[in-house]
């Protein structure tokens, strides 16, 4: 570590400054404080408040290094600290941690933990918690799907290839209050990806004794401003209002229900009852009539998100045919998807990368301001000299449950057999089965994804289908690609960094193992009985920057 005028230092500033006096009076006292009783609550406050969320398709694992889907990162989010955090415009800053020290070269980094910050059992919480969990996080043995986040940290590829002991990972406890990473060159979002739950810390005990129980109700033993209470697999999970969180004085909500639902139709109807406080989405079919009469409460931002469509290389049709992977993305009408389909402000997507990420322009295809029947002409050519066109094959389209995928899915296979003549099963599953599926290799052709971005940069995108990354879905693998994106890792120039992901990018979308189909804006209801809301890039809301007013019971 550098000192002297070298060092630049971040501080935190509390973050009750940024809901100011948002604390209102009464509240469905009886109500709120049954319902906590009943899901392991806090029974003995009269006039406890309860946060419903709509959370989307059940959480897979609430696992640290287990979760992957936004489901799961939600509840992560409010359970667990990290050492920063999104705040509400956006931006990372200091959570757990109270001042970063930053080596002039940007390779050291010197955090600072908070004095007061302490696990849900008492127990202070320490460097050596982020240090284990980061050991954690790369060692291949734990099959983290997220541990190339920590690519940046030295040491961290040669272990994720299992070239060396997870132990050698540049993550140091100076002492209980101070870690020190090293990193391998400089990484401008690198304090963005500190606020990703794969890199917040687990208690070494919990994680020592019962390794396989740690994510379990009763078991979970967490740092962040909730505590989780229960579980009740396909319905809903609780999480109480942590007393030993060091920022509990800026927390205005007692609980938080997240609710398991798929279908935005159900959501609606429920936000429409009184049952949720706000949704995860929106069904779009409805957007102009939730528009004319629930406007007030209607949040639609931009957001860091593409939706897409992966291809699996692994198996055919598509392990040595690009021309079919091209023709594909050729023929699908995405401004009709985007106005007719989805129809609640998404974009079409012809790039990876979202057109608004920061000091990045995607290099968007030709062919996305060609006239579609010249655009079919073409697909129709390339599967020509693929030997397809007199007889195409037979695809399967698999997508996780919802009414919104299943009208994208029949929408694209449409498409796909108007202009290719190409015949389409369409299968729906549950989210967990769909990800295993995919995971398997052996079953899936073609599946619904999604990638939202963990961090404001073009790499967060790319990265995705770098050769070895847990989420490489479609198994993409091209060596001057991993090229491109290990320079670019590498180069401190801004103008040149950017180059260098812009060729990665055209080359993957030549490559064509995803086929995006629309860029995301967040849509939510939320109640205005919440204060605190804020719209950002990235739909990080977290509960404890809420606040719920109280309704008076009449006597």
């Known amino acids: 570590m550098k000192s002297g005028a ?17 604390l209102l009076a009464a509240a469905m006292a009886a109500l709120c404080a049954a319902r906590l009783a009943r899901h392991g609550g806090i029974a003995s406050q009269p006039q406890a408040v309860i946060l419903r969320r709509g959370n ?35 931006r990372p800053v200091l959570a ?66 299992g070239l060396a002991a997870a132990s050698t990972l540049s993550v140091h406890a100076v002492d209980p209050a101070t870690l020190e990473v090293q990193l391998t060159h400089p990484t401008p979002y690198f304090l963005a990806l500190l606020a990703h739950p794969a890199t917040f810390p687990i208690n070494r005990q919990v994680l020592e004794q019962r390794p396989k129980d740690l994510a379990k109700p009763g078991v979970m033993v967490s740092n962040g401003a ?82 897409y469509l992966g291809l699996n290389l692994r198996r055919a049709p598509f392990a040595k045919s690009p021309q079919l992977r091209q023709a594909l993305s050729l023929v699908i009408d995405r401004d009709r998807l985007v106005q007719l389909v989805t129809g609640t402000g998404e974009s079409a997507a012809y790039t990876f990368v979202p057109m608004q990420t920061f000091n990045y322009s995607p290099p968007v295809p030709d062919y996305a301001g060609w006239p579609m029947p010249r655009r079919i002409a073409r697909a129709r050519q390339l599967l020509a000299d693929a ?35 190409i015949d389409t099963t369409l299968h729906a599953e549950e989210f967990k089965v769909l990800l295993q599926d995919i995971d398997r290799g052996d079953v899936v052709q073609v599946f619904r994804a999604s990638w939202l971005a963990d961090y404001n940069d073009a790499y967060g995108f790319l990265q995705v289908l770098q050769s070895g990354f847990g989420i490489n879905l479609p198994r993409y693998s091209n060596a001057a690609y991993d090229d491109l994106l290990a320079r670019a890792a590498n180069e401190v120039d801004v103008g040149r960094r ?17 086929i995006p189909l629309y860029f995301y804006v967040a849509k939510h209801l939320v109640s205005a009985r919440l204060k605190g809301w804020q719209d950002n890039a990235m739909s990080v809301v977290y509960s404890k920057h809420l606040a719920k007013e109280r309704v008076q019971i009449a006597p």
């Open 498 to 514: 950017r180059t260098l992901l812009q060729n990665a990018e055209q080359l993957m979308i030549a490559d064509q193992p995803v």
């Open 6 to 22: 070298g060092l630049r230092v971040l501080r935190a500033h509390p973050i009750g400054v940024l809901l100011g006096a948002v």
């Open 56 to 90: 989307g398709p059940e959480p897979e694992s609430l696992d640290p290094h287990g979760a992957r889907s936004e489901a799961a990162l939600t509840i992560l989010r409010d359970v667990y600290e990290g050492l920063t955090e999104i705040a509400p415009d956006g």
């Open 387 to 421: 030997g397809m066109l007199q007889s195409p094959p037979s695809l399967e389209l698999r997508y996780n449950s919802s009414e919104l995928h299943s009208r994208i899915a029949l929408a694209v296979a449409s498409m796909w057999k108007q202009a290719l003549g």
């Open 226 to 307: 909730f505590i989780l209470t229960r579980w009740d697999f396909g319905s809903h999970l609780v999480a109480v209002r942590n007393r030993r969180y060091w920022n509990d004085a800026a927390t205005h909500i007692d609980g938080v229900e997240y609710y398991s639902i798929t279908e935005p139709a159900t959501e609606l109807r429920a936000f429409r009852s009184g049952a949720l406080d706000m949704t995860s989405t929106i069904p779009g079919a409805q957007f102009a009539w939730i528009k004319q009469h629930l406007g007030q409460e209607l949040h639609i931002a931009p957001q860091l998100g593409v939706y």
């Open 96 to 161: 757990a941690a109270d001042r970063c020290d930053i080596s002039a070269d940007g390779l050291s980094y010197r955090f600072h933990l908070r004095e007061r910050a302490r696990w849900s059992n008492g127990d202070p919480v320490v460097a050596a918690d982020f240090a284990a969990a980061w050991r954690r996080l790369v060692d291949p043995h734990t099959g983290a799907q997220y541990a190339q986040l920590l690519a940046p940290v030295q040491g961290a590829e040669a272990i994720t290839s």
